[in-house]
Structures are given as C-alpha cells and as structure tokens.
C-alpha cells in the first residue's frame, strides 16, 4: 500500500512558477468551491506534482479561518492524489497546480473532499 503523505517536496514554494501560474500562463478551471490552476513544467523535484492552497485575505479576514481551510484543502488532497501521480507518471509529466479557494463561506470536509475528487479527476484528464 501507498503512503499517503504530503512532503516537504511536494509543496510548491518557488516564488517565479506561482508568479507564473498567477500571470496567465497556466490554465484554469472552476470546480466550486476550488479553482484550479495548473502550468505544465520541468519541476526542480522527484515529484510528478508540487502544490500549493490559497484562501484570500479579502473573504476570510481571520487567519485562523483561512489556514483550516487550508488545511482541509491539503488532506482532501494528500488522501487523493495517488491517482493523480499515477496518470503523470505514465504520461511522464510534470505539472505545477495551484487550488484557491473561492467560496465566500467555509463549507464543511465532505464537501471538500468531493469536491477534491472531481478537481484531480479533471486535472487527470486535462494534464
């Protein structure tokens, strides 16, 4: 059995990927409540994937409110990506993504773990 964890290198720090992601180089879609963002390019990892999760100061003015959906973002994810990696690896990819969260409200685990599911199964099949 796989392990499911979220290391150090999977997490996508390199300030010029995000900037490029954020400045239209990458493509976009919308799965309600999260909006993902992903940008085809060789990554500095062993990864297939690096990641990062961004909730906006300007919805949610508490930082105690963005980091836990954050942090439900991140094990929705972590539980889910075995499939993901898998498809990147036999296409022999590698992908930067970038999941915001859009909703004005926090919704609850369930709901962003399906939600999770359908954003990687479509990412799967764009990738």
Known sequence: MQKLTFKKGEKLKSQKIIDRIFNREGQSFANFPIRVIYLETPLNSDFP???TFSVPKRKFKKAVDRNRIKRL???????NKPKFYDS??????????????????????????????????RL???V
């Open 49 to 51: 994937a690096q990641v």
């Open 124 to 126: 799967r099949r764009s």
């Open 88 to 121: 990147l690896i036999a296409k022999e990819k590698q992908v930067a993504v970038l999941f915001l969260y859009v909703a004005n409200e926090e919704v609850d685990y369930q709901f962003i773990e399906s939600k999770m599911k359908q954003a990687l199964k």
């Open 73 to 79: 973002m991140r094990e929705a994810y972590r539980l």
